[in-house]
């Protein structure tokens, strides 16, 4: 049996040649949008520089929200990069807001998770709203972890924070269980072991209830390890009740599926409206 080379598997910036191009891109288009009438910038959900989040509105009160988490393995990115998908979600009707969150080695993936339900506690005292959350490789592993949440369990929550804060997911190009990763390069920031990577892989945890909806997108292009981690997590989840789909998007990468959530009439956001409005 051949040996998985779990590097050339995982590691998407070697991979991927044009990636330097594709983040130049980006970053240009979010500066842009950053000036944009509607955009409420760096709003604290805590005392750190990277506790911090971007919320663009629709001007509507009553617009659905959208939480997009940014990926980069955990220990690069950040959420000024996002701006770009703002102008495609409010034309769609939707508020959305991109959190910033400490990385790896400063804090642990453990404790990112934490960061990010603090995060989306704090959005909900500011709007009330129920957010559909999506995020993108660490940010779609970060998802999940979301939607698997048991509000009621975490501490120093709001009183009134619901149980079923987080009701439907899009994890798009995520990494469900994290043991695989020990071996690459990425981990010498991650610092994960077996146990805590097992600790703080969404796939062996309790799956949420079955009221939730979980989509797990992945481009086509991308490599076969990353279209089994979302196969084997909509296994496990629609084998427990909750409403879970595999998503292959068709003619990107592991960093143009990002372009599909920016292009309106994309299948990938379509599908996230379609989450947002049900």
């Not at 409403?243 to 990468?253: C, D, F, Q, R």
């Amino acid at each position: 049996m051949t040996a998985i080379d779990h590097e050339a598997e995982y590691n998407n910036r070697l991979r991927i040649a044009e990636f330097p191009a594709i983040v130049a891109r980006w970053q240009a288009t979010s500066a842009a949008n950053r000036q944009s009438p509607g955009a409420e910038l760096d709003q604290p959900y805590g005392d750190g520089e990277r506790q911090r989040y971007d919320l663009f509105h629709t001007g509507e009160r009553t617009a659905p929200l959208v939480v997009y988490i940014h990926g980069g393995y955990w220990q690069l990115g950040e959420r000024q990069m996002f701006s770009f998908l703002a102008p495609a979600f409010r034309a769609a009707g939707l508020d959305l807001a991109i959190p910033s969150y400490p990385l790896c080695p400063a804090v642990s993936i453990l404790q990112i998770i934490e960061e990010l339900r603090r995060c989306l506690a704090a959005i909900w005292t500011r709007t009330k709203k129920h957010p559909v959350v999506i995020g993108h490789s660490a940010g779609g592993h970060l998802t999940a972890a979301m939607l698997a949440t048991d509000w009621r369990r975490v501490p120093g929550m709001p009183s009134d924070l619901p149980a079923d804060l987080v009701r439907a997911g899009c994890a798009i190009s995520g990494v469900f269980e994290l043991a695989p990763l020990i071996p690459t390069t990425m981990n010498r920031a991650m610092r994960l072991d077996p146990e805590t990577a097992r600790a703080a892989s969404p796939l062996f945890w309790p799956p949420p209830p079955s009221d939730r909806t979980l989509v797990a997108a992945v481009g086509d292009g991308e490599t076969l390890a990353f279209h089994q981690q979302s196969r084997t997590m909509v296994a496990a989840w629609a084998k427990a009740g909750v409403t879970a789909e595999y998503l292959s998007v068709a003619g990107t990468n592991h960093f143009t599926v990002m372009d599909e959530l920016a292009r309106p009439d994309s299948a990938l956001l379509g599908r996230v409206v379609a989450l947002a409005r049900s």
